[in-house]
């Protein structure tokens, strides 16, 4: 358990990635292919749920 800021807002959450991801915060974000590439177009670091949650309304 790891706790990172948010790439894009800054706010702090705790990471699972490395331990359980399926309990990680962003686990329960669906992304389709396109909103995961624009995400890895823009950050190379975990983003939180608020922010993913953003991204997963994108057409």
Request: net charge positive; glycine share 2%.
């Amino acid at each position: 358990m790891k706790e990172k800021s948010c790439q894009r807002c800054g706010s702090k959450f705790i990471c699972m990635h490395d331990e359980d991801i399926t309990k990680c915060q962003c686990a329960s974000v669906k992304l389709n292919e396109k909103q995961l590439a624009l995400i890895k177009s823009q950050y190379s670091d975990c983003l939180c749920r608020d922010c993913l949650e953003l991204f997963s309304k994108i057409d």
